[in-house]
C-alpha cells in the first residue's frame, strides 16, 4: 500500500472547519483513500473513503485532488469531541473475493486537538 | 447502532500464562480482524479471518497466538506463552464485506497488561 505523509499534530477552535492534510504522492490508480480516527483509549472508528471523486457524509468531507497525491478531510464544524489521532490510510481494495491482503496499515496520524 | 464487543476491557496476567481475549463482531459480519497497539505506537495488524479460516497475518502473529470462532458469535485470540511485550491494547474489528464500500468496525479493546 502506499505511503501517506501526514502533520504530526494540528489545533483547531471549536465551531471552525478542520481541515486534515494528507499526502500519497505514490498512489496508484486502484488505490482508494480511507480516514479513520481514534478518540483516546477506544479502537479506531472509520470516517470516510474515496478513490478520485470528492465525497461528504454525516462526519466530515473528504477532497482527493485531480492528480490523486493528496487529500484533505474536513470537519466542517469541530466539536471538543473531535479531539483524537486521524488516519489516513491508501490501499488496495481487491473485490469480494475473501482472499487475502487485506488490512489497514496505520501510521502516525495527527492529533487533532479542538480548543474552546 | 450495532457495535464489537470485547470482554475483558482490562486483564493483568503473568508472563508465560495463557490469555484468550473474546470478541463478539456485529452480527451479519462475515470479516474478522484482530489489532494491537501498544502504549505510545502505532496500531498494529495482527490477522483476519474469514470463512473459518486465517486469510492473513503479521510477522507479529507467531506460533503463541491463534484464533478462533468457535460458536458462531465470538471470535477470540489466545496468546499460549505470555511474553511482557505482548502488553499492548487489543482490538478486535469486523466487517460486513470487502470491496469498494468496506469499513471496519472496532471494538474498545482489550488492555493486556503481561507482568
Known amino acids: 500500500d502506499a505511503k501517506t505523509t501526514q502533520p504530526p499534530s494540528m489545533d483547531c477552535a471549536e465551531g471552525r472547519a478542520a481541515n486534515l492534510p494528507c499526502n500519497h504522492s505514490?498512489?496508484?490508480?486502484?488505490?482508494?483513500v480511507y480516514w479513520y480516527r481514534q478518540i483516546h483509549s477506544q479502537g479506531p472508528q472509520y470516517i470516510i473513503h474515496?478513490?478520485?471523486n470528492n465525497e461528504t457524509n454525516e462526519m466530515a468531507s473528504l477532497i482527493i485532488t485531480e492528480d490523486r497525491k493528496s487529500s484533505t478531510l474536513i470537519l466542517p464544524h469541530a466539536t471538543l469531541r473531535d479531539t483524537a489521532v486521524y488516519y489516513c490510510?491508501?490501499?488496495?481494495?481487491?473485490?469480494?473475493?475473501?482472499?487475502?491482503?487485506?488490512?489497514?496499515?496505520f501510521g502516525k496520524g495527527t492529533l487533532l486537538t479542538v480548543n474552546p | 447502532e450495532p457495535e464489537v464487543t470485547q470482554t475483558p476491557s482490562h486483564q493483568v496476567t503473568q508472563m508465560g500464562q495463557e490469555v484468550i481475549l473474546r470478541c463478539v463482531p456485529i452480527?451479519?459480519?462475515?470479516?474478522f480482524y484482530w489489532y494491537r497497539q501498544i502504549l505510545g505506537q502505532k496500531v498494529e495488524f495482527l490477522v483476519s479471518?474469514?470463512?473459518?479460516?486465517?486469510?492473513?497475518k503479521s510477522e507479529i502473529f507467531d506460533d503463541q497466538f491463534s484464533v478462533e470462532r468457535p460458536d458462531g458469535s465470538n471470535f477470540t485470540l489466545k496468546i499460549r506463552s505470555t511474553k511482557l511485550e505482548d502488553s499492548a491494547m487489543y482490538f478486535c474489528?469486523?466487517?460486513?464485506?470487502?470491496?469498494?464500500?468496506?469499513?471496519?468496525?472496532f471494538g474498545s479493546g482489550t488492555q493486556l497488561s503481561v507482568l
Open positions: 474489528a469486523s466487517s460486513h464485506r470487502r470491496g469498494t464500500n468496506e469499513k471496519l468496525f
Open positions: 505514490t498512489i496508484s490508480g486502484n488505490e482508494y
Open positions: 474515496g478513490l478520485k
Open positions: 490510510i491508501v490501499r488496495v481494495l481487491d473485490g469480494d473475493s475473501g482472499g487475502s491482503n487485506y488490512k489497514l496499515t
Open positions: 452480527s451479519n459480519h462475515l470479516y
Open positions: 479471518f474469514y470463512n473459518n479460516e486465517i486469510s492473513e
